[in-house]
């Protein structure tokens, strides 16, 4: 069964500073990787899709197959990045996604 | 373009009651899914409906059960609610074949 893991609950950073949000996952086959983001009191959002290889708000994130990671980048954090941050997993064959139990982000001042 | 809606956005309910839940698609999508948040445990997946079919379903009970109607709009239904029944589902919809599903706010559920 597939699993998406992400090892920080809570990550802490200041401002300008660069931030990496950890995701590894375990799959059998190709799955298509996601990130959504939740900012306070907003609804769940897609951020960014491995298929896309687009940055979006400036953060990039690259499918690693031989470590199953699908890290989100950001090179210059900012305060209004602090959020929820989850990654999702979508299996080849179906729709369904799974999630991870989310790192939220928080950038100081 | 309008969001995904669902509702109530609260519902309140004793053990053993029945809960209705309702969503309606971004238009243009006939998938519909749905999602549990309960505290502690994540987001899991809970059921897929496109084109008025039942696709696939999560590791849950059937008293949790379905249906999308002609218009893409979803019902999820829960029977028997148990206390572990209190959570946030989350309704989530997306063009068919597997395109990238968008939220709603969800219907937070109490058990009392």
């Known amino acids: 069964a597939q699993r998406v893991t992400q090892p920080e609950k809570l990550l802490s950073v200041f401002k300008g500073a660069p931030v990496e949000l950890k995701c590894n996952y375990s799959?059998?086959?190709?799955?298509?990787l996601f990130w959504y983001v939740q900012y306070s009191r907003q609804r769940l959002q897609l951020l960014l899709r491995?298929?896309s290889r687009e940055s979006i708000k400036g953060f990039t994130a690259d499918l690693n197959k031989g470590e199953t990671s699908f890290h989100l980048k950001k090179p210059f954090a900012q305060e209004e990045d602090s959020a929820m941050y989850y990654c999702?997993?979508?299996?080849?064959?179906?729709?369904?996604?799974?999630f991870g139990e989310g790192t939220q982000l928080t950038v100081n001042p | 373009e309008a969001g995904v809606t669902q509702s109530p956005t609260h519902l309140i309910k004793t053990r053993g009651q029945q809960a209705t839940l309702r969503c309606s698609p971004i238009s243009g999508h006939t998938s519909v899914y749905w999602y549990q948040q309960a505290l502690g445990l994540g987001l899991q997946f809970l059921l897929w409906y496109d084109e008025g079919e039942e696709r696939n379903r999560g590791n849950f009970p059937p008293r949790f059960s379905g249906r999308q109607f002609p218009n893409y709009s979803s019902e999820l239904n829960v029977n028997a609610l148990e206390l572990e029944d209190s959570a946030l589902y989350l309704c989530?919809?997306?063009?068919?074949?597997?395109?990238?599903?968008?939220f709603g706010d969800g219907t937070r559920l109490s058990i009392l």
């Open positions: 491995h298929i």
């Open positions: 799959y059998s086959g190709s799955p298509e």
């Open positions: 999702a997993l979508k299996e080849t064959s179906g729709s369904r996604l799974t």
């Open positions: 989530a919809s997306s063009f068919t074949g597997g395109k990238p599903q968008h």
